[in-house]
């Protein structure tokens, strides 16, 4: 996917390219991400859909609930919810970053 070391770096356009490329993957895996967490407390809280998105994002985001849980099943779901969010935000950090982090030590390494 990204070039060798011994390759010439990439234009600008194939690298703007790999960079979309990222951002609709990073977003893809939110949005999946986001849906899970909806369909969870819709139906393992019994939230409203509007609620349910409202905690799912903000468990998603970092922020935590904000209904209060009430079923065991919910609670549990959360949990796993929240662990699960905290990997999500790991690995889109690492697909915005990668690209941008790999063209400036590509660049760097060019001279050798």
Do not use: C
């Amino acid at each position: 996917m990204y070039e060798r070391h011994n390759q010439p770096l990439i234009s600008r356009k194939a690298f703007i390219r790999r960079l979309l490329i990222h951002v609709l993957l990073a977003s893809g895996l939110v949005i999946v991400s986001l849906g899970a967490g909806i369909l969870g407390y819709h139906f393992l809280e019994n939230l409203s859909w509007i609620d349910a998105l409202l905690n799912a994002s903000m468990i998603l985001g970092g922020m935590g609930p904000v209904n209060t849980l009430t079923t065991d099943a919910g609670k549990v779901f959360a949990s796993l919810y929240a662990l699960f969010s905290g990997m999500v935000f790991l690995v889109v950090a690492g697909l915005l970053v990668a690209p941008v982090a790999h063209r400036i030590l590509h660049r760097m390494h060019l001279d050798k």
